[in-house]
C-alpha cells in the first residue's frame, strides 16, 4: 500500500515538473523574440536617419554650388547685403521643396586686386538632420584676369563643420 502511494505521488510530480520546465522554455523564447524585434524596429530609424543626413548633406552642397554661382557672377558678393538675407540664418536657397542658407561669405585677408581666398559657409537641413559645410575656394577678380580659359574658381578646401 505504501509503495503504490509512493508511485502515485512521482507520477503527480512528473507533470508537475514537465509543466515548469515548459513554462521556462516558452519565457526565454518570449524574451528572444522580444529582444531581436525591438532591435529591428530601432534598426529602421537609425537607417531614416542616416537618409536624413544624406539629404541635408545634398541640400548643403546645393547651397555651396549657388554660392561658388554667385561669386563668380559678383567678386564682392556678401549675403548679408542680400535682400533676401535672414537674420541668423543666411540667404535662403530654394531646392525642391526644401531650403538650405548660404551662411556667409568671409574674404581672407589680404584682398588684392586679382583674387583672394573666400571662406563660404553654408547650412542644409532635413527633418530633425543638419549639415553645415565650410569651403575655402580662390576667386579670381573677372575684371583683373587677363586669360579668359582660367577658371574663376578653385576649390581649395571642402568639410563638414
Known amino acids: 500500500m505504501r509503495s503504490t502511494k509512493l508511485l502515485k505521488t512521482q507520477k503527480s510530480n512528473s507533470g508537475f515538473m514537465a509543466l515548469v520546465s515548459m513554462l521556462i522554455l516558452s519565457t526565454v523564447l ?3 523574440m522580444l529582444t531581436t524585434s525591438t532591435s529591428t524596429f530601432l534598426a529602421r530609424f ?12 545634398s541640400l548643403a552642397e546645393s547651397c555651396i554650388h549657388q554660392g561658388l554661382l554667385e561669386l563668380a557672377e559678383n567678386y564682392d558678393y ?3 547685403i542680400d535682400s533676401s538675407y535672414q537674420s541668423g540664418k543666411g540667404v535662403p536657397v530654394a531646392v525642391g521643396s526644401n531650403t538650405c542658407f548660404i551662411v556667409s561669405t568671409t574674404p581672407e585677408p589680404p ?3 586679382n583674387s583672394t581666398n573666400i571662406t563660404i559657409v553654408v547650412f542644409g537641413s532635413h527633418q530633425k538632420s543638419f ?8 576667386v579670381l577678380n573677372p575684371s583683373m584676369t587677363q586669360a579668359p580659359e582660367e ?3 578653385s576649390i581649395i578646401s571642402w568639410k563638414e563643420v
Open 30 to 32: 518570449v524574451l528572444l
Open 131 to 138: 549639415s553645415t559645410f565650410s569651403i575655402m575656394a580662390r
Open 46 to 57: 537609425d537607417v531614416l536617419n542616416k537618409e536624413n543626413k544624406i539629404i541635408a548633406e
Open 78 to 80: 556678401d549675403p548679408r
Open 111 to 113: 584682398r588684392n586686386g
Open 151 to 153: 577658371p574663376n574658381i
